[in-house]
T-cell receptor, first 114, second 114 residues
Framework: DAMVIQNPRYQVTQFGKPVTLSCSQTLNHNVMYWYQQKSSQAPKLLFH???????NEADTPDNFQSRRPNTSFCFLDIRSPGLGDAAMYLC?????????????FGSGTQLSVL | GESVGLHLPTLSVQEGDNSIINCAYS??????FIWYKQESGKGPQFIID?????DKRQGQRVTVLLNKTVKHLSLQIAATQPGDSAVYFC?????????????FGSGTRLSIRP
């Protein structure tokens, strides 16, 4: 089945140690998003790619970077994780070849920072 | 700026009764609204959407109502079942073209009493 896959499901890293989260999709959607969701809060958009065009949210810290080497894959890099970066990270895709296409989410990666 | 808020953080409903989850928004330029359901440990799942040229849309057991005059959105779930237990987020589309994005509200936790 076509889907959005995030790996790993759980990730533990050390304070200050770079970490990369992965997302792949078989939907062939041209837009990919990264959201951060902390406990009992709404998902917060960090950035998204519209094809190869990168759109960063104004309040996303520089510590968070992203790469999209091709249509299917997108990575979230946290250069120096802090304790406050512990959260669920959600990848989502949409096909914006027509307006207002809904998002398809992966199951998320739960990041712990020790 | 864009913002989406919910009136109640938690809602407890008797099994079989109807549930109504409310949402207020501030961006009058938004023309696309979505409800998502998020079960524990999973990514948000699309439930139903509505465009601003409509005031009501029905799905299977769910109805979304949109009142643009007062900037209010609601989700009605008929004959609530135990499987409906989850956090429900309203969301809206903000921005245009390649910069358009989905902004989430703070969520309502729906619990079902047997």
């Amino acid at each position: 089945d076509a889907m959005v896959i995030q790996n790993p499901r759980y990730q533990v890293t050390q304070f200050g140690k770079p970490v990369t989260l992965s997302c792949s999709q078989t939907l062939n959607h041209n837009v990919m998003y990264w959201y951060q969701q902390k406990s009992s809060q709404a998902p917060k958009l960090l950035f998204h790619y519209y094809d190869k065009d990168f759109n960063n949210e104004a309040d996303t810290p520089d510590n968070f970077q992203s790469r999209r080497p091709n249509t299917s894959f997108c990575f979230l890099d946290i250069r120096s994780p802090g304790l406050g970066d512990a959260a669920m990270y959600l990848c989502a895709t949409s096909a914006q070849d027509s307006p207002n296409e809904k998002l398809f989410f992966g199951s998320g990666t739960q990041l712990s920072v020790l | 700026g864009e913002s989406v808020g919910l009136h109640l953080p938690t809602l407890s409903v008797q099994e079989g009764d109807n549930s109504i989850i409310n949402c207020a928004y501030s961006n009058s330029a938004s023309d696309y609204f979505i409800w998502y359901k998020q079960e524990s440990g999973k990514g948000p799942q699309f439930i139903i959407d509505i465009r601003s040229n409509m005031d009501k849309r029905q799905g299977q057991r769910v109805t979304v109502l949109l009142n643009k005059t007062v900037k209010h959105l609601s989700l009605q779930i008929a004959a609530t079942q135990p499987g409906d237990s989850a956090v429900y987020f309203c969301a809206l589309e903000a921005g245009y073209s390649s910069a358009s994005k989905i902004i989430f509200g703070s969520g309502t936790r729906l619990s079902i009493r047997p």
